[in-house]
């Protein structure tokens, strides 16, 4: 299995996952046309998709999903509080995660997750195929116990760390901004995201990728330094940008 990320962060979205010849995109925060370019950059085209998976309804997630389906004809798996939270149109192949029930999808069994987030009904993912568990976990307020269990065998992560308590409070975002991204159903502090890796196996797993960092209210440093003590362990980390994403990684 591999994974790879057209961008990371409150621009736009979006996570390639192939396997065989299986390929995943995980959210479209970007215009078609855009994740069409930074899919290129990675080797793939829209039409290679074997289908769209939608965590969420906010724009830097789903921006391009309605278009990028209808061009392509592709198949678009989200919850049914996502579809009536925001008006996509007609979709050509639409698929309702109701309860989130695991499903298959190809080589993919795919495990959706309920996760604090202020949208209508979020889900975050867990994704197996040939024996390898990767886990996508942002966009969350606070980790559950609910969330922590359901992360605890994968063998890749793409984690969010989004923001440092500290300059989020002292930055210029409006004050209700601030309680949003800062409160339990906004997003991941670095700290946050540690407590959460505190409680993880990491030397189980073979990729772990801290990503949604704010450009904002959050820098590399700060990151590193709030994760530092529970990474050692991991055989290979990396932080995601906004503009680039991150390659190709492979796990198993």
């Known amino acids: 299995m591999r994974f790879a ?3 990371s962060g409150s ?3 979006g996570t390639l996952v192939e396997f065989d010849d299986a390929l995943l995109l995980i959210d479209c925060g970007f215009s078609a046309r855009e994740a069409t370019q930074r899919m290129q950059r990675l080797g793939r085209t829209p039409d290679q998709l074997t289908a769209i998976l ?3 309804e906010h724009g830097d997630h789903i921006r391009g999903v309605p278009a990028l ?3 392509h004809k592709l198949p678009v798996y989200m919850t049914p509080g996502t579809l009536k939270a925001k008006d996509l149109g007609e979709l050509p192949d639409l698929n309702l995660i109701e309860g989130y029930r695991p499903f298959d999808l190809g080589p993919f ?3 959706p997750i309920a996760v604090p987030h202020d949208a209508r009904e979020p889900a975050q993912f867990v994704l197996s195929a040939g024996g390898n568990r990767l886990g996508i976990l942002t966009d969350l307020g606070m980790i559950t116990a609910h ?3 359901a992360y605890q065998q994968c063998d890749a992560l793409v984690l969010e760390a989004n923001h440092d308590p500290v300059m989020l409070a002292y930055g210029n975002y409006p004050q209700s901004l601030k309680q949003r991204v800062g409160g339990p159903w906004g997003h991941l502090s670095n700290q946050q995201s540690a407590g959460f890796l505190e409680h993880f196996d990491v030397a189980r797993l073979e990729q772990l990728v801290i990503a949604h960092i704010s450009q904002q209210n959050n820098t590399l440093d700060a990151a590193k330094l709030a ?3 529970v990474t050692e362990g991991v055989n290979q980390m990396l932080y995601a940008c906004q503009d680039e994403g991150f390659d190709w990684l492979s796990v198993g």
Do not use: M, P
């Open 147 to 149: 969330v922590q269990d």
């Open 109 to 111: 069994a795919v495990t």
């Open 11 to 13: 621009k736009g979205n």
């Open 54 to 56: 939608v965590t969420h």
């Open 227 to 229: 994760l530092a003590d």
């Open 69 to 71: 389906a209808r061009k």
């Open 5 to 7: 990320s057209l961008g």
